[in-house]
Antibody, heavy 121, light 111 residues
């Protein structure tokens, strides 16, 4: 079974750093891009960026460029989302997704279960 | 303001048919980019529902169908059931933004 398993919920203070993870299994981790999606409380889905684990080629949505860092360790089939200095506005649910490519197009499947990040003083 | 526009909410009685629209523009759906749909049940992660405009994800009943025409796409659900109550999101690619775009989401209520 293809699945993405994310790390657990986090509670942090403003200014702290944080790295959450997403471990893939059931498929060749280096053959598919892994993306990150933010969902703020009661809101919709926002595209953050994506990484190709094979060579760590990374692309960011302009809204998130410079705000987060996406990385991957292909040796352990894990992608990461990192903040160097959290803000209260980073409080949200974060999902990792596998970008599945076929016939000249791509979609996102599966999704991780989500990691809830709460930033509060 | 999402690049793809969906109605905030739709509703229907059990057994009825509902449609959820996803309006785009000439830089995304109208440019020929495919549309995909995701279902987010309450308190859970989104999951793939429809891919490449009108293809059902594995195991999805044929009560769900997708279509695309011009600068818009639609998701139709027939024979509404209580378990269909969820948020639904469309997704495509936008050439002006050079990136993935999601609709704002539509909350389906089964009356």
């Amino acid at each position: 079974e293809v699945q993405l398993v994310q790390s657990g919920a986090e509670v942090k203070k403003p200014g702290e750093s944080l790295k959450i993870s997403c471990k893939g299994s059931g498929y060749s981790f280096t053959s598919n891009w892994i993306g990150w999606v933010r969902q703020m409380p009661g809101k919709g889905l926002e595209w953050m960026g994506i990484i190709y684990p094979s060579d760590s080629d990374t692309r960011y949505s302009p809204s998130f460029q410079g705000q987060v860092t996406i990385s991957a360790d292909k040796s352990i089939s894990t992608a990461y989302l990192h903040w160097s200095s959290l803000k209260a506005s980073d409080s949200a649910m974060y999902y990792c997704v596998r970008r599945y490519y076929a016939s000249g197009t791509y979609w996102f499947d599966p999704w991780g279960q989500g990691t809830l990040v709460t930033v509060s003083s | 303001q999402s690049v793809l526009t969906q109605p905030p909410s739709v509703s229907g009685a059990p057994g009825q048919r509902v449609t959820i629209s996803c309006a785009g523009s000439s830089s995304n759906i109208g440019a020929g980019y495919d549309v995909h749909w995701y279902q987010q049940l309450p308190g859970t992660a989104p999951k793939l529902l429809i891919f490449v405009n009108n293809n059902r994800a594995s195991g999805l009943p044929d009560r769900f169908s997708g279509s695309k025409s011009g600068t818009s796409a639609s998701l139709a659900i027939t024979g509404l059931q209580a378990e269909d109550e969820a948020d639904y999101y469309c997704q495509s690619y936008d050439s002006s933004l050079s990136g993935v775009v999601f609709g704002g989401g539509t909350k389906l209520t089964v009356l």
